[in-house]
C-alpha cells in the first residue's frame, strides 16, 4: 500500500486533515529531504591538499592492505526477527555493501577480497547502498569489474548516494552497471517472490542531492501482504519511511565517522548508531567500505553487513 493511497482512506472530498497532509508530504517525498552540507572554498581546497599528499604517499595500497584485506574485513550480521514470516524466506541472507567511494583511495582489484568473502558467504541478495564514488562517475567504472563477480540468485541491487549525483552522470552510471548485471532503483522496487508472501526491496533517490525524491512511486508496487526493505543512502529519513510490514531501512552514509574521535566526527554528517529500532523497522547503518579526505579508519572499521531474516521465536511452553 503507498502512502498516498493510505492519506486517502475515510476522508471526505475536499477535506485534508493535518494527518492526510503528512501523509501526502511523506508519500511525495518532500518530508525526506535533508539539505546537502556544503563545505567552504578554502576547506575544499584544504581537503584537496591532504588527499593529494596520501595519494602520494601511497594511501590507496596501505587503505587495501589495512582495512580491506580478508583478515581485516569486518563481517557484522544483524537478524531481522518477522512475525509469521514466510517458510520460503526463512534464513534469507542479504549483504550490504556501502560507500565505496572508488576514487584516489580504492580502483581496480581493491575490492577482490570484499567480493570473494561476499560470495563465500553465499547471498541471497547483495545491495549496495550509495556512495560508489568520491569526485567524479568514471571513478565507479573502476571497481565494477571486481563488482561483476558477486554472485547472488536475486542478483545486485543498489541506490546512490550524494557523491554519486556530482556531475550530473548518474544516469550514465546507472546504464554502465545495468549492462553487467548491477541495478540501481531510482524511486522503484524489485520482487522477491515468496511461496506465501513477497519481499519488496524499495530503492529511493538520495534525500540530499536527488532531482526527485518519490516515495509514493518507490512503493507503487507493493501490496498490503508485501513485506519491505528500504535501501536509502542517507539514515536520515528512517523515521518517517518505517511502517508496518517495513522490516528495515538499509543506509549508509555516516561511514561510522570513518574517524571516531571528538574533533573528526564534526567533519563527517552525523551518525545515529549501528542499528535503531523504529517500531518494527529496523534502521541498520553500515559503517561502509571506503573513505573520504583520508585512507584512514578509527573506531569504525570497514564492513560488509549481513541482513537475515528469521521467524519471531515462539516461547517455549512449560
Ligand atoms: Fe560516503
Aim: hydrophobic residues 40%; glycine residues 12%.
Amino acid at each position: 500500500m503507498s502512502g498516498a493511497r493510505e492519506a486517502g482512506v475515510g476522508q471526505g472530498a475536499g477535506q485534508v486533515s493535518p494527518r492526510e497532509a503528512e501523509a501526502g508530504k511523506r508519500g511525495s517525498g518532500a518530508a525526506l529531504r535533508q539539505n546537502p552540507r556544503r563545505f567552504g572554498a578554502w576547506r575544499r581546497g584544504l581537503f584537496w591538499c591532504i588527499e593529494r599528499l596520501a595519494v602520494g604517499m601511497g594511501g590507496r595500497a596501505f587503505y587495501r592492505n589495512r582495512f580491506l584485506s580478508r583478515a581485516r574485513l569486518v563481517q557484522r550480521r544483524e537478524v531481522i526477527r518477522v512475525p509469521a514470516l514466510c517458510p520460503s524466506l526463512h534464513g534469507l541472507r542479504i549483504a550490504q555493501l556501502s560507500d565505496l567511494h572508488a576514487g584516489p583511495f580504492l580502483g581496480a582489484g581493491d575490492l577482490a577480497d570484499v567480493v570473494n568473502e561476499v560470495n563465500r558467504g553465499r547471498p541471497d541478495l547483495v545491495v549496495i547502498t550509495g556512495d560508489l564514488i568520491a569526485h567524479d562517475w568514471r571513478e565507479a567504472l573502476t571497481v565494477l569489474d571486481d563488482l561483476a563477480r558477486i554472485e547472488a540468485p536475486h542478483g545486485v541491487l543498489g541506490v546512490f548516494g550524494n557523491h554519486d549525483y556530482r556531475g550530473r552522470n548518474e544516469g550514465r552510471m546507472a546504464q554502465a552497471f545495468a549492462a553487467r548485471g548491477i541495478r540501481f532503483l531510482r524511486n522503484e522496487s524489485v520482487r522477491i517472490e515468496g511461496e506465501e508472501g513477497d519481499l519488496v526491496i524499495v530503492g529511493l533517490e538520495d534525500l540530499e542531492e536527488a532531482r526527485s525524491l518519490d516515495l509514493a512511486g518507490a512503493r507503487k508496487e507493493l501490496r498490503s501482504t508485501d513485506l519491505e526493505i528500504v535501501l536509502c543512502h542517507n539514515p536520515q529519513g528512517a523515521a518517517l519511511l518505517k511502517r508496518d510490514g517495513c522490516l528495515a531501512v538499509l543506509a549508509g552514509h555516516t561511514h561510522g565517522h570513518q574517524i571516531d574521535l571528538p574533533w573528526f566526527r564534526t567533519l563527517g554528517p552525523p551518525h545515529p548508531g549501528l542499528r535503531i529500532e523504529y517500531d518494527s523497522t529496523a534502521l541498520i547503518v553500515s559503517r561502509g567500505l571506503g573513505v573520504v579526505g583520508l585512507p584512514l579508519r578509527f573506531g569504525a572499521p570497514a564492513e560488509v553487513v549481513w541482513i537475515e531474516l528469521r521467524p519471531e521465536e515462539v516461547p517455549v511452553a512449560r
